[in-house]
Nanobody, 118 residues
Framework: QVELAESGGGLVQAGASLRLSCAFL????????MAWFRQAPGKQRELVAT???????NYADSVKGRFTISRDNAQNTVYLQMNSLKPEDTAVYHC????????????WGQGTQVTVSS
């Protein structure tokens, strides 16, 4: 079983930075693809960024150049560095994990709120 625990959200002004962390507990972290999703009120969940066990990354167009996903396989942690935050980045951010051999994210954290004021 895998457990995920996010931290690092908060209320910031537009243009500020935040770093989210997600602690991975359970199985072998280095065999899991990790992702950050977000969901704003009244909107569909959006895939923000992914990182493979080998640290290959992908980003949503809306965050490219501003957000950076990274992982520390020794600390079993994945990060999301968010710079130049905009009000439209306001959402609950969830960490998710899937084993590299599967196609669906079946482990989710409880989420952390990020609010960006204008």
């Amino acid at each position: 079983q895998v457990e995920l625990a996010e931290s690092g959200g908060g209320l910031v002004q537009a243009g500020a930075s935040l770093r989210l962390s997600c602690a991975f507990l359970g199985r072998t972290f280095s065999t899991y693809i990790m992702a950050w999703f977000r969901q704003a009120p009244g909107k569909q969940r959006e895939l923000v960024a992914t990182i493979s066990p080998g640290s290959s990354t992908n980003y949503a167009d809306s965050v490219k150049g501003r957000f950076t996903i990274s992982r520390d396989n020794a600390q079993n942690t994945v990060y999301l560095q968010m710079n130049s935050l905009k009000p439209e980045d306001t959402a609950v951010y969830h960490c998710a994990a899937r084993h590299y051999s599967t196609s669906e994210y079946n482990y989710w954290g409880q989420g952390t709120q990020v609010t960006v004021s204008s």
